[in-house]
């Protein structure tokens, strides 16, 4: 086999937690606003079409940038949204209707696609800052073309969600449309419909590439899809979470506890903080996910009768995997929350990042029990800028699209509006104690990617984890795909990959070739059947 999460770090999972744009709330507000009270007009669908040429792996590709709008429509066919979209399509294709298509998007709930699509999949990406080096994270930053693009096998769609980006709610629409697993799942479903349509690639291979809340969305567009008929050749799974349970802690729930302990101890192996230090660090995690799978896991089981000697004895050993003392862990009554980890581990070096926890920064409220809500993280805080200003030069300058609106990167109003109820496949299953709500709310959405799978068996699937994340830890991952509930037959189409990055698998330029390669390796087999 390859924590406490308070309520209010939940959207770090996903990326809502950076700062917002200035005016991106206000835009948000004032687009639900005008909804409620008869909604705002829809606009025209627009384009901006450039030609460019990027070098991946020696060859040369020349393609076509497409950054506009579609329009969603209700059952009335009346326009409830416009979604802004960057397309990228290789040019000289002798039958463009059947080259591989993939639809990208990022997660939040709230986040814009700039981080997939600049960040290292699209044939342009940012020179990130590197960790410690506070220069690189300042302006000028550097958009250069990205040699191991995934374009090399497949055009790309990088999807705005609507209430981020370019996307509005418009015409008949309102926030709650949108704002929900369901309506967000549905909304991609008919853009990703309408795109084929319009632009004649219903007989393309299709995949879906989510990262964070993306992959949450992409288990439930999958089935929304292959049931309308819409087979995907795969879905790509960037620092996966579908079961919540495994990642947020409430009382009686230790299991997040387990799952993250491989991550905690990958990020001790990095900082150098254990000693000796393992060599190998994939072979390390394997044994610590043994651990924690076992005797770990029994010790919590055991709760309060687990003995006095043998919680020592548990204790010692996580402080060995974790360079954490053995006497914190016994004052966590085994159970370290995730922002003790992260204030913990450097000391008063710094706090590690959650999303990336090779990034540190320096908690300006270091006597505050939790992070401090006005606190970025080190991760944040080294990549924000490098984003946000990349993106609108790019679009605006490169890509020749030119808007009044804001372009939001992240919206505290659809995350604060979003709707998480949930009923998965076979919810009927549940034993019936509790109120409807209760029984259907599981936010477990691994039955529906194999519901689609089983629905469409020659779906393939692929998980990419960083062993540095500790928003998705990548154990996690591991133990919400085995206990999806896909059929045995179909186990050989999952396809597992690790790399020593965290939750934004480009951040690492030593590691995001190879990420960018298994993608590509991926796209080609699951096109051709393999």
């Known amino acids: ?45 627009t384009s901006a079409v450039t030609q460019h040429r990027v070098n991946i792996d020696g060859h ?73 080096d506070i220069r690189t994270e300042q302006p000028p930053y550097r958009l250069v073309n990205n040699e191991h693009s995934i374009l090399k096998s497949t055009d790309l769609v990088f999807i705005d969600a609507v209430g981020t980006g370019y996307s509005r709610i418009v015409g008949k629409g309102t926030p709650k449309d949108f704002y929900g697993i369901n309506g967000d799942a549905a909304a991609f479903a008919q853009f990703i419909q309408r795109y084929i ?20 969305r992409s288990a439930v567009l999958a089935q929304n899809l292959v049931g309308n008929g819409i087979y995907l050749n795969g879905v790509i799974l960037c620092s996966t979470v579908l079961d919540f349970a495994t ?66 004895r548990i204790a010692a050993q996580l402080s060995r995997y974790t360079d954490l003392p053995a006497d914190l862990w016994i004052k966590a009554d085994l159970r370290m929350p995730l922002p003790v980890f992260q204030r913990q581990l450097l000391a008063d070096a710094g706090m590690t990042g959650r999303y990336d926890a090779r990034y540190t920064a320096f908690e300006m409220q270091p006597l505050f029990t939790l992070q401090a809500n006005s606190a970025a993280g080190a991760t944040t805080t080294a990549i924000w800028g490098a984003l946000s200003s990349t993106l609108n030069q790019y679009v605006s300058g490169e890509l020749k699209y030119h808007s009044d609106e804001p372009y939001i990167q992240s919206s505290g109003t659809v995350f604060k509006t979003w709707n998480w109820d949930y009923s998965p496949p076979l919810s009927a299953l ?59 037959a179909l186990q050989k189409n999952v396809h597992w990959y690790f790399y020593p990055v965290g939750h934004m698998l480009y951040l690492n330029p030593k590691a995001f070739p190879e990420v960018d390669h298994n993608i590509n390796a991926f796209i080609e087999n699951a096109s051709a059947g393999g």
């Not at 996903?14 to 829809?42: M, R």
């Not at 062993?467 to 085995?482: G, H, I, K, N, V």
């Open 430 to 488: 549940t034993a019936g104690v509790g109120s409807d709500r209760s029984l259907h709310r599981v936010d477990n959405v691994a039955p529906a990617l194999a519901r689609a799978m089983n629905n469409d068996p020659g779906m393939q699937l692929m998980m990419n984890n960083g062993y540095y994340d500790m928003a998705t830890p990548f154990f996690a991952t591991e133990y919400t795909l085995r206990h999806m509930g896909l059929p045995a």
């Open 1 to 45: 086999m390859k924590r406490l999460l308070v309520a209010s770090l939940l959207c770090a999972v996903f990326l809502v937690n950076l700062p917002l744009q200035a005016a991106a709330p206000a835009a948000a507000e004032s687009t639900a606003s005008a909804a409620k009270t008869g909604g705002l007009p829809a606009p025209k669908e």
């Open 247 to 312: 990642l947020n802690n409430t009382p009686g729930n230790d299991l997040p506890y387990i799952l993250y302990l491989p991550s905690y101890a990958a990020v001790a192996w990095y900082h150098h903080r254990l000693d000796p230090r393992p060599a190998n660090l994939p072979a390390f995690v394997q044994q610590v996910e043994t651990f924690a799978a076992g005797e770990y896991a029994d010790a919590l089981f055991a709760g309060s009768t687990l003995s006095p000697p043998e919680k020592q």
């Open 197 to 216: 349509t319009v632009n004649r690639r219903w007989n393309s291979p299709k995949f879906l590439l989510g990262e964070s809340y993306g992959t949450t």
């Open 60 to 132: 040369a590709i020349q393609y076509t940038a497409t950054a506009g709008t579609l329009l969603l429509y209700n059952d009335k066919h009346q326009p409830t949204a416009s979604v802004f979209y960057i397309a990228y399509t290789k040019n000289g294709v002798r039958d463009p209707g059947t080259r591989p298509v993939t639809f990208a998007y990022n997660g939040g709930p709230g986040f814009a696609s700039a981080l997939v699509d600049i960040g290292g999949f699209g044939p342009r990406r940012i020179v990130w800052p590197t960790p410690k």
